[in-house]
């Protein structure tokens, strides 16, 4: 079994579906948006789903996580996106702990996972080149861009690799050797840019990580940049048959036409389609297959163009009211414009795919 | 060992015995095995392969043994699938009567009806077609109007149905007739099977884009059927189909993700055409992302098939799903089909010349008898209408008939 979930996902799924409505509904997006101008995740907001275990899902049992694996932590990922939540759930939660978890273990790594399930700190991730280091590795030098909640964050995790070796290095993102400008998207989520000044890299902060970690953390964002675009679209798509169910013209609902109706049982096959590719594809990194590549590429391709064309019906068939910043559809819409660039194109991973299957 | 690892390893070992291994190859259209009163047989392995298969009651695997089935449960007969698909075994013998007509007897035939039919269809003794569609009835199947009327000890049934696969060849029909003009349309019909020997019966061939004829239109003049032919109460004949249809609709997703296999893969027949650049890559980037999306839909149409199943074990099943596999298999289909085209241009486009391989022959004549895929077992546009409805509970479209095919 793997596509389908176990009683324990399940009920990990009711609990994050209550969290999200009732802590962090697209209407507290929207609060958010209209105050600060920049939605990032706050303290208290990751406080709770530590509390909640969120932040030690992906840890092994011998420095007290969770193991509850990536095909749970993609459908926390997938709830968060359907309310719009800004969350530490992929940077801290899954790529920071993952790229620790590619490095050997040592007391000063486990002290670091152990002060993110705890939620003493919440980094930011990126991976970059590792040209950013110094020859001697002991300090950074360059810049690093779009790098996402690193405004809200504490610290950065990063994984700096080439073709030869992968280092997983940790900074304190309050120094003033890094310069953080703040970069404003469509979606309004927190990005920005950083620029590192000769910044000293504390000794017990630098990890060699093992051989594939950049191309199997390169996966793990993707897959959980395709589970967030499942959820959006998901959201999307029972927002605009709600619609569709409530809206009168020509003296019926408009969902009783049937060239809406077979628009809208197209886009349902695609999302069914989507549902079990990712399912599959998050189940393939759980699991270390030797397909996981071209699983998340699949995914990550899926994902892209259901959620373009969940998006695009979303806004058209909302009508008028559908390019309104008063309805939420555009919010959704500009988060899945965004997404679509996260961890590689459509085009990105076509190719990929197509090269894997020996096209 | 549980009881199944046991089934599944005496069945591996009576399949390795039994199965000869001229029966372990791809299975070509003129290497099928059919039932009928005048049975034939491509080779004399094939007629091994049925006559042992029928012995077991393996060419029915999940009819009760009391009729002659082979008795097994769900579990057991997909041990019995994967392990004929695991050796390439082929059918025994195709038709409707296996498929669709002897479940849908099994659930509403009398016990006379059930005594005499189903072991004919379990030992291939009759061949069997289907008489639903009329050439006034297509997607609005339930306007159907072959009349049949009652009389003493016997119908009378006059009208003609249309798009009866093996129309031609079949024995036995089991038709849709009306048989009530009273009320909605769909309270007037019943479910009868008919006897194609009997007099007044006439079926003649359709020729098709394909240069195939498959299809036979049937006519019926003043025929007799005997009244113990009526399967279910006179007037319920929709409950009986829309139970068959299930199975019509699941042969027609198999048959098609079955097809898309294909002799060559997309791959081999671009590789053939463009080679391959230095890098190992197919010679022509358009083809080889296009095919790449054709894999990338095949594979998600699989995997989908595999969580429907895998819900249904864990007892999560989401009826809706499965309403989604013929659109989006038999359209997966047809691209495969216009993509094997194009790759091979004017090479594929042969219609009978022995400058052409079987295979490059094979490319258009597929491609165009796949043009039925998307509208046999109702349109793929009715079966949009069903997601709407059921799976996505929009509003009825204010036609003057809400049921559809």
């Not at chain 2, 289907?130 to 009327?149: F, M, R, W």
């Not at chain 2, 093996?166 to 009530?180: A, H, K, N, P």
């Not at chain 2, 893969?265 to 463009?274: H, R, V, Y």
């Not at chain 2, 109702?378 to 003057?400: H, M, S, V, W, Y």
């Amino acid at each position: 079994m793997s596509l389908v979930f176990t009683e324990e996902q399940s009920l990990l799924q009711e609990s994050a579906l209550e969290y999200f409505a009732q802590h962090l509904p697209t209407s507290r997006f929207r609060d958010i948006r209209d105050a600060k101008g920049v939605v990032s995740c706050d303290a208290g907001a990751w406080q709770q789903m530590v509390d909640l275990g969120w932040s030690a899902m992906l840890l092994p049992a011998s420095i007290d996580g969770l193991e509850f694996g990536l095909l749970g932590m993609g459908l926390l990922v997938t709830e968060a996106g359907k309310t719009l939540a800004a969350t530490p759930l992929s940077g801290a939660a899954t790529l920071s702990v993952e790229a620790l978890l590619s490095c050997a273990e040592s007391p000063a790594r486990n002290q670091l996972l152990r002060e993110i399930a705890e939620g003493t700190t919440m980094p930011a991730f990126a991976i970059g080149p590792a040209s950013l280091l110094a020859s001697d590795l002991k300090s950074l030098d360059g810049g690093l861009e779009f790098v996402a909640e690193a405004r809200g964050a504490d610290s950065l995790i990063a994984l700096l690799a080439d073709d030869s070796a992968a280092r997983v290095v940790v900074v304190d993102l309050n120094s003033p050797e890094v310069q953080r400008t703040a970069v404003n998207l469509i979606d309004w989520r927190d990005y920005a840019h950083l620029q590192f000044d000769n910044m000293v890299i504390a000794e017990d902060h630098s990890f060699g990580a093992n051989e594939g970690a950049a191309a199997r953390l390169e996966s793990v964002g993707a897959a959980m940049t395709a589970a967030e675009l499942f959820g959006l679209s998901q959201e999307v798509f029972d927002r605009t048959i709600a619609y569709l169910c409530e809206r009168e013209q020509f003296g019926r609902k408009i969902g009783s036409f049937q060239a809406l109706q077979h628009r809208m049982a197209k886009a349902y096959a695609q999302l069914q389609l989507l549902k079990s590719v990712l399912y599959d594809a998050l189940t393939a990194l759980e699991q270390q297959r030797d397909d996981v590549d071209l699983a998340v590429s699949h995914a990550k391709v899926l994902a892209n163009d259901t959620a373009q064309l969940i998006g695009n019906e979303g806004i058209q068939l909302h009508g008028g009211m559908g390019i309104t910043d008063e309805l939420d559809i555009g919010l959704f819409y500009k988060r899945i414009r965004v997404l679509r660039s996260a961890y590689g194109s459509s085009a990105q991973h076509r190719a990929n795919f197509a090269k894997l299957s020996g096209l | 060992m549980t009881d199944l690892e046991q089934f599944r390893r005496a069945t591996r070992a009576w399949l390795l015995e039994n199965c000869p291994p001229s029966q372990r190859t791809t299975v070509a259209k003129q290497d099928v095995v059919w039932p009928g009163r005048n049975q034939t047989f491509p080779s004399e392995d094939a007629r091994l392969w049925f006559e042992r298969m029928r012995d077991k009651g393996w060419t029915c695997p999940t009819f009760p043994a009391e009729y002659g089935g082979g008795g097994l449960d769900e579990a057991q007969e997909k041990v019995l699938r994967e392990e004929m698909q695991d050796l390439g075994c082929r059918p025994p013998v195709i038709d409707q009567g296996i498929s669709m007509l002897g479940p849908a007897l099994l659930e509403f035939g009398n016990e006379a009806q059930k005594a005499y039919h189903i072991p004919k269809i379990v030992r291939g003794e009759l061949r069997w077609c289907q008489g639903y569609s009329e050439p006034g009835a297509g997607s609005d199947l339930a306007s159907l109007q072959t009349k049949c009327e009652p009389f003493d000890d016997h119908f009378l049934v006059n009208g003609s149905k249309i798009w009866t696969s093996y129309g031609v060849e079949s024995d036995w029909i089991f038709c849709l007739v009306r048989t009530s003009n009273e009320g909605a349309k769909q309270a007037g019909i019943s479910f009868l099977l008919i006897d194609m020997e009997s007099p007044g019966v006439k079926a003649e061939s359709i020729d098709l884009i394909s240069g195939e004829s498959e299809f036979a239109q049937v006519f019926f003049d003043n025929v007799k059927v005997p009244k113990e032919n009526l399967v279910g109460e006179i007037n319920q004949g929709w409950a009986v189909a829309k139970g068959l249809l299930k199975h019509e609709r699941k042969m027609m997703a198999e048959l098609g993700t079955g097809f898309a296999g294909g002799d060559l893969s997309l791959a081999k027949i671009a590789e053939q055409q463009f080679g391959r650049d230095a890098a190992g890559q197919i010679d022509q980037p358009e083809i080889r992302l296009a095919i790449a999306d054709y894999e990338m839909n095949m594979r998600a149409i699989a995997l989908t098939g595999q969580r429907s199943h895998e819900e249904a074990q864990a007892g999560q099943m989401d009826r809706n799903v499965p309403l989604i596999m013929k659109y989006v298999g038999t359209t997966a289909v047809q691209t495969r089909d216009e993509l094997a085209m194009d790759i091979q241009g004017y090479r594929s486009a042969g219609w009978h010349d022995e400058n052409f391989s079987v295979s490059e022959l094979r490319t258009a004549r597929d491609l165009l008898f796949n043009k039925a895929l998307t509208i046999a077992g109702g349109t793929n546009e009715i079966q949009l209408n069903i997601i709407a409805k059921r799976a996505l509970g929009l509003p009825d479209a204010p036609a003057p008939d809400k049921e559809e095919r």
